[in-house]
Nanobody, 123 residues
Framework: QLQLVESGGGLVQPGGSLRLSCAASGFSLDYYTIGWFRQAPGKEREAVSC????????NYADSVKGRFTISRDNAKNTAYLQMNSLKPEDTAVYYC????????????????WGQGTQVTVSS
């Protein structure tokens, strides 16, 4: 079964940090761009970050630039999203997705999606 599984979400205070993981099973991530997206209650899904298959290219939404870092370990078939200086407005369900296209934020370009992990930033 081909799937992506996110983990690492939880409740954190403003200013805190979390690291999300995105593990693939049933296929290799070696040739896939990985994207992270999020959806807050009552809002549309939005792009957060993406990383190319070779990690050469990364991209970040303006709202997270300087606070979040995307990375991957192809040997572990896993991608990560390190989130620092978290704010209440970062509260959302975070999804990872895999695309055979270059780093992009087009939902339809992503073939595989995880089930999401909840991140709540609150005091």
């Amino acid at each position: 079964q081909l799937q992506l599984v996110e983990s690492g979400g939880g409740l954190v205070q403003p200013g805190g940090s979390l690291r999300l993981s995105c593990a693939a099973s049933g296929f290799s991530l070696d040739y896939y761009t990985i994207g992270w997206f999020r959806q807050a209650p009552g809002k549309e899904r939005e792009a957060v970050s993406c990383i190319s298959s070779s990690s050469v290219r990364t991209n970040y939404a303006d709202s997270v630039k300087g606070r979040f870092t995307i990375s991957r370990d192809n040997a572990k078939n896993t991608a990560y999203l390190q989130m620092n200086s978290l704010k209440p407005e970062d509260t959302a369900v975070y999804y990872c997705a895999a695309s055979l296209r270059p780093c992009n934020y087009l939902f339809y370009e992503y073939s595989y999606w995880g089930q999401g992990t909840q991140v709540t930033v609150s005091s």
